[in-house]
């Protein structure tokens, strides 16, 4: 049973084409989160949400975005995709009763 | 604010062999610590955590791992390895009180061979 899905698996777009991502879950859970993993490296987290408040991280450039219209979903917005944003893009939700993060299967971003 | 080291980040072990990855953590109140597997081009699975109750944890896939406060470390350990182990590890931390950010580590990239 997908738990956190995310979709596309695989996206491809051109250099200055706006992109976005989805992220949907099945848990009811009040936190969403974005994490942006490049190759090799540890996940970054871009930002999150408790319930609909949005809450950014102080490095997160502005070309990226982000809309939470429900609980069961979240969007990742890239206005202008650079090559520097090839990455994979994770999506996870927090369980605040066990203590845990559950992630989605990930979005790969290629920028051509 | 919390952070976690990962020593190594290769590790090469063979078959039937004892897994050893390090995880020490810097935090001024004991924290949850988490221990997470990532195999390619898929999302993070949850090993195991550590969330205040006993310090010996034992997680999915025959890892276990120790909370040692003495020592801010938080090892994970497989007594043998498998070819299916072969999988970048991260471990995480996150502090206690109210919402806090989970902040992973570099990670460590294990190599099982046969």
């Known amino acids: 049973d997908a738990m956190v899905i995310q979709n596309p698996r695989y996206q491809v777009t051109q250099f200055g084409k706006p992109v976005t991502l989805s992220c949907s879950q099945t848990?009811?859970?009040?936190?969403m989160y974005w994490y942006q993993q490049k190759s090799s490296q540890a996940p970054k987290l871009l930002f999150h949400y408790y319930d609909k408040d949005f809450n950014n991280e102080a490095d997160t450039p502005d070309n990226f975005q982000s809309r939470r219209p429900n609980t069961s979903f979240c969007f990742l917005d890239i206005r202008s995709p650079g090559l520097g944003d090839a990455a994979m893009y994770l999506c996870?939700?927090?369980?605040?009763?066990?203590?845990?993060?559950?992630f989605g299967p990930g979005t790969r971003l290629t920028v051509t | 604010a919390q952070s976690v080291t990962q020593l190594g980040s290769h590790v090469s072990v063979s078959e039937g062999a004892l897994v050893l990855l390090r995880c020490n953590y810097s935090?001024?109140?004991?924290?949850?610590l988490f221990w997470y597997v990532q195999y390619p081009n898929q999302g993070l699975q949850l090993l195991l955590k550590?969330?205040?109750?006993?310090?010996l944890v034992k997680g999915i896939n025959g890892f276990e791992a120790e909370f040692k406060k003495s020592e801010t470390s938080f090892h994970l350990t497989k007594p043998s390895a498998h070819m299916s182990d072969a999988a970048e590890y991260f471990c995480?931390?996150?502090?206690?009180?109210?919402?806090?950010?989970?902040?992973f580590g570099i990670g460590t990239k294990l190599q099982v061979i046969p």
């Open positions: 848990l009811n859970h009040n936190v």
């Open positions: 995480a931390v996150r502090g206690l009180v109210g919402y806090q950010k989970v902040t």
């Open positions: 996870a939700t927090w369980d605040r009763g066990n203590y845990e993060q559950y």
């Open positions: 935090s001024s109140v004991p924290p949850y």
């Open positions: 550590y969330t205040s109750a006993a310090t």
